[in-house]
């Protein structure tokens, strides 16, 4: 199953064609220009349709957001999110009080159960280069008995996520 998830995988696409246990899987890659003092991009946001961005301009998205790129306050419920960071940063603050930053091969896993309110807001921190973002998202249904489930969340820090130099070969 994994191999084939891989080879599905649509590399500059948006939303992954997924099936059971999965509920979505996304590729985000936006190439963020320069950051402004409030960790929006220190570029014109004119002719973006901004609350509702999801259109491709100047290679970036801003998506919910309205100064940083992003995700604002959104509930989830019932199922649980795996995000990982490849490049750039994400900014998360949820109902339960859990905060912080991660990026640059920090995974986040989260487990909404019963309910939550997050956000996922993608701070633009460099004023003198470009800020890419690439991370990918899975969202995964919780079993009918682990739906209320207490939320939870988890950061697997990049430092501490074992890294195998050896190739894989996929085997048919």
Not at 52 to 68: L, P, S, V
Not at 77 to 90: A, D, N, P, S
Not at 96 to 125: C, I, K
Request: aromatic share 12%; hydrophobic share 35%.
């Amino acid at each position: 199953m994994y191999n084939k998830l891989i080879v599905n995988i649509k590399p500059l696409g948006f939303t992954w064609e997924t099936g059971d246990p999965f509920l979505f899987c996304v590729h985000h890659l936006d190439n963020y220009p320069v950051g402004n003092d409030h960790l929006g991009p220190a570029a014109s946001l004119e002719g973006r349709n901004l609350g509702q961005d999801f259109t491709t301009k100047d290679g970036w998205r801003m998506y919910h957001g309205e100064k940083i790129p992003g995700f604002p306050a959104h509930p989830h419920r019932g199922f649980e999110t795996i995000t990982v960071v490849l490049k750039g940063f994400v900014d998360h603050s949820d109902s339960h009080g859990a905060s912080g930053r991660y990026g640059n091969g920090d995974v986040q896993w989260m487990t909404a159960g019963a309910g939550l309110q997050h956000s996922e807001m993608f701070p633009l921190l460099s004023k003198d280069q470009p800020n890419p973002l690439e991370l990918f998202q899975i969202w995964l249904n919780l079993p009918k008995a682990k739906k209320f489930a207490r939320p939870y969340y988890k950061m697997l820090w990049s430092e501490d996520i074992p890294v195998h130099t050896e190739k894989m070969r996929m085997e048919n």
